[in-house]
């Protein structure tokens, strides 16, 4: 289904392509292919990020061609190339006889000038952010007022709200337009002008959250928020299918953003039928002023949400009380000790940690759940599991609070047959600063167990170190070379530190695997620091590698030490390009997702939103490459994460993979691509166990959990993935 391919080839059709005189102009389609040929000539362009002429005269020659799908597909493209100079091109898109290329259009505006930040420091910068944002905001306000389709104008409002104001008249602007959107009672009585609806809610949330802290938004905005939040839709009760829970939802987070709730509102949303939109009203109780509620209506809003069925809002509740209550009343944490959700069960075990006082009952109770050495000795399974997890979360706990109680359960996690066990007893060893158990871990088989003792390591003997970062270098997990280049910062052995930098540096770019980034950047800027102008030869082959950030850091290290900055010339690796029609048999397709304990959750692909994920994920999934791999982030109320080869953030697929947001929200259930930064996903998965809309439009959303949703809530750090099988 993949091949290697040159778009330059694919280039030179288009390239003859001549615009006739039509109202609409197209393109002279005797000079083109038929439009599957252009359709994988755009593909490709985008994919590439369009790097040189030829390859963005594609996309921009696309935009007049008759078919619909294709002017679809270039503007969306365009707009993920992330170019502010490209609004020309894109604008006229907004005027487009298709409703759904002018919801692209006005998507692509947002998109190509989102690395526009306010706050930035130089006025240069502030004044191209406010010329920018000003012209896109112009436009899209301009073409609201005349765009007649519903699901198009929530698109414009989404893309209004998406905008990184610094100007605060424009901002005011922005607040009216979309105040007026959602103001209007005629939106929830008629079915359907609900995309009108969602994009407009969306958009005041994007709007509050990324306004500028300076800039208070409109009290009748705030109090319209407060009704969406508490108020069920017109002739329909909150019971009737809940259609509306996703807006409740959206305008609590707008609430949370804005940090201005009230008791009323908050009453309301702890008994919603909804467990988000409970949920948002524990975070909306952390996020209110003391003057705005009462102490009374505080704890018995925090005792509901422990109370709550829901685990996802228990854990919320959990975590809110070991913020502001811990230390009065530990009780309600030694309760949920025996919590049925996993994850509340955990939080409390971290929690009595934290106590400044622990009482005899919490050391009993945190000495008996670390003294299972059964369960611990019989961890020869791939997955750790609740009971060994939580038996070492309470090993943590003993360490911050009664160190001398922990010491005497230590050496059984030491030895303890699964690694997760053994990472968490690194950690304990720091908090109890052995020594010992430290450097007895720092040669343990697994990179990660190895990463965390060395972590404490440089951590407590600074570079007394040094040799084992050296030696941690000649290892290939990118993690532990992480750690590595850190603690061999300011390193007194120079002479012994610069050969092995430079070894380490060679063998990880000749893998020509593009997320060997991070770590190669790491030891240049340590060699940057520790090595001398006599190693500038050395350095000048990076100058031609094949990411642009090792080749210009490279440069510019050469150009401190010498006084002489070398041209930067890339050699860039060959891109793997998928076929379209390949893809678009994967319509329809399922991808099933087995655990290790049993366990299994089925997914929906996103295949026209996000081909080329699409695409790469499933090669993988059929070459076996998932198949024994772990979950090894979890982070309860937010994401799981998994499918590293290494059970860590930093080891993937080698190639990069190329982002492709889109209008798809990463709603609770939806399925993601984690990154570093622009373009550089390395095929780890994340699925989102809330709606998670502060995501949007950084993070290519591929696919959607369509059941089994319940197992992925309860997955644990370490759990396995058996095998992944997609089911055409």
Not at 541 to 550: C, M, Q
Request: glycine share 8%; net charge neutral; charged share 25%.
């Amino acid at each position: 289904m993949i091949r290697f391919r040159s778009f330059i080839l694919s280039s030179l059709f288009v390239a003859a392509a001549t615009a006739s005189s039509s109202v609409f102009p197209r393109f002279n389609q005797t000079a083109l292919p038929d439009s599957r040929d252009l359709r994988q000539a755009i593909f490709e362009a985008e994919e590439s990020r369009a790097p040189d002429e030829g390859s963005l005269k594609i996309l921009v020659d696309a935009l007049k061609y008759s078919d619909t799908g294709i002017r679809r597909m270039a503007v969306r493209a365009l707009g993920r190339l992330v170019r502010p100079g490209l609004v020309a091109n894109i604008a006229p898109l907004l005027t487009d006889p298709d409703a759904g290329v002018r919801a692209e259009a006005a998507n692509a505006l947002a998109q190509s000038i989102k690395d526009f930040k306010p706050g930035d420091s130089t006025a240069d910068i502030a004044s191209k952010n406010t010329a920018f944002v000003g012209k896109v905001f112009d436009i899209l306000e301009a073409r609201l007022q005349k765009e007649p389709d519903l699901a198009t104008r929530g698109v414009l409002t989404l893309a209004i709200g998406r905008l990184p104001f610094v100007d605060e008249n424009r901002y005011r602007r922005a607040e009216n337009l979309l105040l007026g959107a959602i103001a209007d009672k005629a939106i929830f009585i008629e079915p359907a002008r609900r995309p009108e609806l969602d994009g407009s809610i969306r958009g005041v949330e994007a709007l509050l959250r990324r306004r500028a802290k300076t800039i208070r938004p409109d009290a009748y905005l705030i109090d319209r928020l407060k009704a969406l939040a508490t108020t069920p839709p017109p002739n329909q009760g909150l019971d009737s299918g809940d259609d509306f829970a996703r807006i409740r939802r959206l305008a609590l987070m707008a609430l949370a953003d804005a940090g201005l709730f009230d008791e009323k509102t908050l009453e309301t949303a702890s008994v919603d039928p909804d467990d988000q939109v409970r949920r948002l009203s524990v975070v909306g109780l952390g996020k209110t002023a003391p003057e705005m509620i009462s102490a009374a209506a505080g704890g018995r809003l925090l005792r509901r949400g422990l109370a709550d069925p829901s685990g996802m809002v228990r854990y919320e509740a959990l975590r809110l009380y070991g913020k502001t209550r811990l230390n009065q009343d530990s009780d309600p944490v030694l309760a949920a000790l025996d919590d049925s959700f996993p994850h509340v069960a955990l939080l409390a075990v971290d929690l009595l940690g934290q106590l400044k006082s622990a009482s005899p009952k919490v050391v009993e109770n945190l000495k008996e759940l670390s003294s299972n050495s059964a369960v611990i000795a019989s961890s020869a399974g791939p997955t750790p599991g609740y009971m060994r997890l939580r038996a070492v979360a309470a090993l943590g706990s003993l360490a911050r609070i009664v160190p001398n109680e922990a010491r005497v359960f230590l050496p059984e996690f030491l030895a303890a047959p699964n690694p997760w066990l053994r990472l968490h007893a690194a950690e304990a060893a720091l908090t109890l600063k052995n020594i010992a158990a430290l450097e007895q871990l720092a040669g343990d088989p697994v990179n990660n167990v190895r990463n965390a003792a060395l972590s404490g390591l440089i951590a407590l003997k600074g570079h007394a170190a040094d040799d084992l970062c050296l030696a941690a270098l000649e290892r290939d997990d990118y993690q532990i070379i992480l750690t590595a280049c850190g603690g061999l910062k300011g390193s007194p052995s120079a002479d012994r530190a610069v050969p092995a930098l430079l070894s380490a540096l060679a063998r990880l770019t000749a893998s020509k695997r593009e997320n060997s980034r991070d770590p190669r950047l790491a030891i240049l800027e340590r060699l940057g620091e520790l090595g001398l102008k006599e190693q500038a030869e050395s350095l000048m082959a990076y100058t031609r590698d094949f990411d642009p950030l090792v080749a210009s850091t490279a440069a510019g290290i050469i150009g401190r030490w010498t006084g002489t900055t070398p041209e930067v010339k890339l050699q860039r690796l060959p891109i793997e390009f998928a076929r379209l029609p390949d893809v678009e048999k994967l319509r329809g397709a399922m991808v099933q997702v087995a655990l290790a304990d049993g366990g299994s959750f089925d997914l929906a692909l996103f295949t026209d939103e996000a081909p080329a994920t699409v695409a790469r994920i499933v090669r993988l999934i059929r070459a076996g490459y998932y198949n024994g791999l772990s979950i090894h982030r979890i982070v309860p109320n937010f994401v799981i994460q998994g499918g590293s080869p290494g059970a860590n953030e930093y080891m993937g697929d080698g190639p990069f993979m190329r982002d492709e947001p889109g209008l798809e929200s990463n709603l609770r259930g939806t399925v993601g691509i984690s990154t570093r930064g622009r373009d550089t996903g390395d095929a780890q998965l994340y699925i989102n166990t809330c709606d998670n809309d502060r995501l949007d439009f950084d993070y290519c959303v591929f696919a959607r959990v369509t059941s089994g949703m319940d197992v992925v809530d309860r997955i644990l750090e370490g759990d396995v993935i058996e095998r992944i099988s997609v089911i055409q």
